[in-house]
C-alpha cells in the first residue's frame, strides 16, 4: 500500500501563512514460511511558514511505540521506519516482535519552543490475539532512552 497527500495553506486574510505540506506512506507485508514480514516507511516535509502545531509530531502509537505522541521530536520534515514479524502461538494469538526508528531529519530548529531530542528508536516483542473488536495487543517496549513500558492497543496500526 502507498498513500501520498498534499496540503497547501493559501493565505486569504494577509496575517495568514503560506505553506505546502507533503507526507507519504508505505506499507509492505510479506508471508515468511509461517512468519509474517510487515515493514512500513513514512516522510513528510512543510515548505513555507507554518504554525509550530502543524510541524510532524514524532513518537506514539503510530510511529515510534515506546514514547509519548510527539516525544521523539517534531519538525519540518521527517521519516519514520518501522519493522515487525509476527508468528502463530496458540488459538487465535500470535507473538510480535518488532523495531521503530524515526528522526526529524535535524528539521526540529526550525519549530519554536522545540525540546525534544529529534530521532530515536523503540524495540520490543508482545502477543496479539483476534477478538470481535479486532486484533487486541499487548507489548513490552524499551526504547533508545532507557524507558520501559507496556503498551496495550487495539485494532491494526495506521
Request: proline letters at 6%; charged letters at 15%.
Amino acid at each position: 500500500m502507498f498513500v501520498f497527500n498534499m496540503e497547501q495553506g493559501l493565505p486569504v486574510l494577509p496575517e495568514w501563512l503560506f505553506f505546502n505540506r507533503v507526507n507519504a506512506h508505505a506499507r509492505k507485508g510479506v508471508d515468511i514460511s509461517h512468519a509474517r514480514l510487515l515493514l512500513n516507511l513514512s516522510g513528510g516535509h512543510v515548505v513555507g511558514n507554518f504554525y509550530p502545531h502543524e510541524a510532524f509530531a514524532i513518537g506514539g502509537t503510530n510511529s515510534v511505540r515506546g514514547y509519548e505522541e510527539g516525544a521523539v521530536g517534531s519538525g519540518r520534515s521527517y521519516v519514520v521506519g518501522s519493522g515487525e514479524i509476527s508468528f502463530p502461538m496458540l488459538g487465535p494469538a500470535e507473538g510480535v516482535i518488532f523495531s521503530d526508528h524515526g528522526t526529524e531529519l535535524g528539521s526540529g530548529p526550525t519549530v519554536p519552543a522545540r525540546l525534544k531530542p529529534g530521532s530515536g528508536y523503540r524495540h520490543g516483542f508482545g502477543i496479539r490475539v483476534d477478538s470481535p473488536l479486532g486484533p487486541l495487543g499487548l507489548k513490552y517496549v524499551f526504547n533508545d532512552r532507557q524507558t520501559r513500558r507496556f503498551h496495550l492497543g487495539v485494532g491494526h496500526r495506521n
